[in-house]
C-alpha cells in the first residue's frame, strides 16, 4: 500500500512540473499588433429578418437546402426556423419538446446528403428531409442514441 501511496505522489509532482513547463512562454514571443492586419471586407449577401410569426433570437447553426432555402437554428426560442432564398422566414419546422420531431433545450443541426437534416443532443438523434413536393423540412424520424450506438458497434 504505502508503495501505491507514493507511485500516486511522484506521478502527480511529475504531472504538476509537465503543466508548469508547458505553461510558461519565452519571454521573446512577439506580441500580435492587431493594427498591423490587413482590414477584411465583407459584402452582406442576405440577410434573414423577423416576421409577424418570428423574432430571431440567439442564431447557431446553418443549413443550406438544395432549393436555396435555408435552416437555422435559435437556441433562445429553441426552434429550427425556415428562410427561403430571399431570406423570408417561411415558418418553424420544429420546437422544444420531448416527443418526437421536438427538440430538447440544447441542441446541434449539421447537413446530410439528400437535404436531410441531423438534429441531435447527447440522447437522441432526429432527422429531418425537405419534402420535395412542398419545400418544407417536416420531421422523417426519432432514434435514442444508445439503440444507435448499439447498432453500429456491434
Known amino acids: 500500500m ?6 500516486y505522489v511522484w ?15 519565452d519571454s521573446d514571443d512577439a506580441l500580435v499588433d492587431y493594427h498591423d492586419l490587413q482590414e477584411l471586407s465583407v459584402d452582406l449577401a442576405l440577410e434573414i429578418g423577423e416576421s409577424e410569426a418570428y423574432l430571431p433570437g440567439n442564431l447557431r447553426d446553418l443549413v443550406l437546402l438544395s432549393n436555396g432555402r435555408l435552416l437555422v437554428s435559435d437556441r433562445a426560442s429553441g426552434t429550427i426556423e425556415q428562410f427561403d432564398q430571399s431570406g423570408n422566414h417561411v415558418g418553424t419546422v420544429a420546437g422544444r419538446g420531448e416527443g418526437p420531431g421536438e427538440l430538447p433545450s440544447t441542441f446541434t443541426m449539421i447537413s446530410g446528403q439528400d437535404d436531410q437534416v441531423a438534429v441531435f443532443d447527447r440522447s437522441k438523434l432526429a432527422i429531418f428531409r425537405r419534402n420535395p ?13 444508445e439503440e444507435v450506438t448499439d447498432r453500429f458497434f456491434r
Open 11 to 25: 506521478s502527480r509532482i511529475l504531472m504538476a512540473g509537465v503543466m508548469i513547463s508547458g505553461c510558461t512562454a
Open 133 to 145: 413536393a412542398s419545400g418544407r423540412v417536416e420531421h422523417d424520424r426519432t432514434r435514442v442514441l
Open 2 to 7: 504505502p508503495l501505491n501511496f507514493k507511485r
